[in-house]
């Protein structure tokens, strides 16, 4: 079945920071790509998205590439702020329609000033 | 235009009893998903109604179920409460996009 793996956290930086959360996926066919954000207290948020190979979503300074050759959608931030610290979630929809989120485990960020 | 919504935010419940947590989606959003969510499991799926038809569905004991309404507002129950019910329970709509999807805040679920 399908699954994603994200690296383990928690993950803590100082401000100005580069970010890299790693995120591979096991999936058949063509799946579509996306990172989710959960700010402390609060459901998740929708990040970016990338629905085929070599797409690239952005969004807030938050970028994520689809390599289909490599198997992954790693988060890149090239300057992180106290206010990006939350928990990030890669996730995966499969590409045959309408079959539900497979979520990684989550990436817990905290960036100190 | 308002968010997802989910009522009540909190609940405490005793082993054995019964919960229904309740979810209003967004306006004019079909599909309604629900997540449990745990520190040791993370975010798993439980099951999905479109149009008041179950689409999709985890792989969950039968204790836990769910419906939704005409308006497309959604129920989940979960019946014979254990102690590892104790999650986070996450509703998600969305208007059919695959996997964008706009969640509530959840329902923090404690067993005693």
């Known amino acids: 079945g399908n699954s994603v793996t994200q690296m383990e956290g928690p993950v803590t930086l100082s401000e100005e920071a580069f970010l890299t959360i790693n995120c591979t996926y096991t999936?058949?066919?063509?799946?579509?790509l996306f990172w989710y954000v959960q700010y402390p207290g609060e459901g998740l948020q929708l990040l970016l998205k990338?629905?085929?190979?070599?797409d690239k979503g952005s969004n807030k300074g938050f970028e994520a590439t689809y390599r289909k050759e490599t198997t992954s959608f790693h988060l890149e931030k090239g300057s992180v702020q106290v206010s990006d610290s939350a928990v990030y979630f890669c996730a995966l929809s499969g590409s045959s329609g309408n079959t539900p989120l497979v979520f990684g485990k989550g990436t817990r960020l905290s960036v100190i000033a | 235009k308002a968010g997802v919504t989910q009522t009540p935010r909190y609940l405490i419940k005793t082993r054995g009893q019964q919960v229904t947590l309740s979810c209003s989606p967004i306006s004019g959003h079909r599909s309604v998903s629900w997540y449990q969510q745990t520190p040791g499991q993370g975010l798993q799926f439980l099951f999905e109604?479109?149009?008041?038809?179950?689409?999709n569905k985890g792989n969950f004991p039968g204790r836990f179920s769910g419906r939704q309404f005409s308006n497309s507002r959604s129920e989940m129950n979960v019946s014979t409460l254990e102690l590892g019910d104790s999650a986070l329970y996450l509703c998600?709509?969305?208007?059919?996009?695959?996997?964008?999807?706009?969640f509530g805040p959840g329902t923090r679920l404690t067993v005693t």
């Open positions: 109604y479109f149009s008041e038809t179950q689409r």
């Open positions: 998600a709509s969305s208007q059919g996009q695959p996997g964008q999807q706009y």
């Open positions: 990338a629905t085929k190979a070599d």
């Open positions: 999936a058949t066919g063509y799946p579509s």
